[in-house]
């Protein structure tokens, strides 16, 4: 591994709901980093992305986005991290440098610092606005709420192939279902559903069918949801933003069982019957 570059994996404490009570537990979870790829001084995407088999990524995506031919071969890659993320300086080989430049030269100014994509970085990890405090949801209504979701999902039904991104407001029990191949486009179309309807989602929790990475809680923060919840696990990235945001992330749901990573006074377990 080189230099500065995060291990894939790192662990995280959780609260484990398990047979209706949370208990402190730990899950080990995928690091998720902005990866930067360069080429020739310019940047030219930016993915969020597991830091492992770097080498192999910028190959990969060199060829598969047409900047290299498979009879040119792997590209020379330097490899260099920062707080920020990891940069994968390639530089193209014969002519397709300049055919390259030439195409970027309106897109993007020269870089002075060396970290060509720190501009990018930047954006990739944009801090998200807080949510607000106050909110508050009974651990069962959740787990109702997100066996109503997979009820719902009519085109996973019939294709068992996409992702569900759904907003449940406990208050009247609305539940707003979208669904698309990518999580991320599920989620925007959510977003855009609950604007187009002037319905505020500061006073919701945002379901999903996915695991969790960074991009989600930077979109459910931006409309103020104060928690989110997945059947499958978030990555590590994803922990600490939502932490930062004050927001509640709740995974691994499965069945009455799931996983709360922040802020988890806002999970309220019902009140244990008494008995006469």
């Known amino acids: 591994m080189s230099e500065g570059v995060p ?8 609260l484990a709901r398990r047979h209706d009570e949370l208990t402190p537990g730990s899950r080990l979870l995928p690091e998720e980093t902005p ?18 088999d770097l080498e192999d990524f910028a190959a990969g995506f060199a060829l598969t986005e047409g900047l290299i031919d498979a009879e040119a071969g792997a590209l020379e890659v330097e490899i260099v991290a920062s707080d920020l993320g990891v940069e994968l300086r390639s530089w193209l080989p014969g002519e ?18 060396g970290l060509c994509g720190v501009e990018s970085l930047e954006q990739a990890i944009r801090e998200p606005p807080r949510v607000g405090e106050g909110f ?12 109503r979701l997979s009820d719902s999902q009519t085109l996973n039904q019939q294709t068992r ?32 559903a609950l604007l187009r309807r002037r319905v505020s989602g500061k006073d919701g929790v945002v379901l999903m069918t ?7 809680i930077q979109k459910a923060a931006r409309i103020g949801a104060p928690v989110i919840a997945a059947i499958s696990a978030p990555t590590a990235l994803a922990v600490r933003t939502a932490e930062a945001c004050g927001m509640t992330l709740v995974a691994v749901m499965r069945g009455r069982d799931f996983e709360v990573f922040t802020h988890p006074e806002r999970i309220v377990e019902p009140a244990p019957a008494h008995v006469a």
């Open 7 to 14: 291990a894939p994996v790192a662990m995280a404490a959780c």
């Open 96 to 113: 397709g440098q300049r055919q390259y430049a030439a195409r970027r030269r309106s897109m993007a100014g020269p870089t002075g610092c």
């Open 210 to 216: 996915s695991r969790v990475s960074v991009e989600l």
């Open 35 to 52: 990866i930067a790829f360069t080429y020739g001084g310019s940047t030219h995407a930016v993915m969020m992305a597991t830091p492992a």
């Open 161 to 192: 192939a996409v992702h569900g991104a759904a907003f449940w407001r406990p208050s009247d029990d609305l539940l707003m279902l979208r669904e698309d191949v990518g999580r991320h486009n599920a989620l925007d179309k959510l977003v855009g």
């Open 136 to 147: 508050q949801v009974q651990a069962t209504e959740m787990v109702r709420a997100m066996e």
